[in-house]
């Protein structure tokens, strides 16, 4: 009882939140645009693709609260294990459900105004199931809400020069894989190269294929949560400023 009260609590908190932002996009993605069509009579379109302020925002709120969340829980009697599988299922059910949001609207068709998203139209991950649309949806918001609440794990627990160190640590990583690349033998490049094609689910008989690309962000996630698992282990309460 005590998880299922969590989870509705951390659901509710999400759901206020995206609620906030598909306004927040409905006026200044749908409603401005239309206006501005109709005052100018512009011969030509517009598009409203929602897919980055989206993803920035899915961000945002996974990291929003991670700290309160993680205190009040803790001062509730849950343990970590418990914690951790709340965050699993409501980041879950809150990529399926935004997702599902992000496909229909991307279906919506007007005459000036294209609301499709770009990974998804011609020359991208086209794909004529809209079934796949909606798990491609749901895999990209997944990557990026678990990055959300691994960026707002790490805020919480570290801080000053360890921090800063840590950071720098991993802004490090595509700075020698980059030089490492442009200083390997051509074989080595080559391979790394099909890596990367594999990695976005290219190939050059069929393009951008969907599927494949699905696979990579669902293992992405499992990594991300993996993480997170490992930090919210040693997740601790600190005071602020400390």
């Known amino acids: 009882m005590k998880n299922m009260a969590a989870i509705r609590y951390r659901l509710l908190k999400q759901a206020t939140l995206l609620a906030i932002f598909f306004v927040w996009w409905g006026i200044f993605g749908f409603v401005l645009p239309l206006i501005a069509l109709l005052i100018t009579k512009a011969p030509g379109g517009t598009s409203a693709d929602i897919t980055i302020p989206l993803l920035i925002f899915t961000v945002i709120a ?3 609260g991670i700290y309160s969340d993680f205190k009040f829980f803790i001062q509730t009697g849950m343990n970590r294990q418990n914690i951790f599988l709340v965050n699993l299922i409501t980041t879950v059910i809150t990529s399926l459900g935004t ?8 279906q919506i068709s007007l005459k000036k105004l294209d609301l ?14 809209l079934i796949i649309y909606f798990i491609l949806n749901f895999s990209i918001l997944l990557v990026f809400s678990t990055m959300g609440l691994l960026l707002g794990t790490f805020n919480d627990m570290f801080s000053g020069v360890k921090k800063i160190i840590i950071l ?4 490090s990583i595509p700075i020698i894989l ?3 690349m442009q200083l390997a033998p051509l074989d080595v490049q080559l391979k790394w190269r099909d890596f990367i094609k594999a990695f976005v689910g290219y190939s050059r008989e069929t393009g951008f294929s969907a599927l494949p690309f699905i696979e990579t962000l669902l293992v ?9 698992y490992i930090l919210n282990r040693s997740h601790q309460i600190r005071r602020r400023g400390a």
Do not use: A, K, P, Q
Not at 168 to 171: A, D, I, P, Q
Not at 220 to 228: A, C, D, E, M, Q
């Open 168 to 171: 720098l640590s991993v802004m």
């Open 220 to 228: 992405v996630s499992i990594f991300f949560f993996t993480l997170f």
């Open 62 to 64: 996974s990291f929003t």
């Open 116 to 129: 499709s998203l770009i990974l998804t139209s011609d020359g991208f991950y086209n794909h004529e199931n």
């Open 178 to 180: 980059s030089i490492t």
């Open 99 to 106: 997702g599902l949001l992000m496909t229909l609207i991307s």
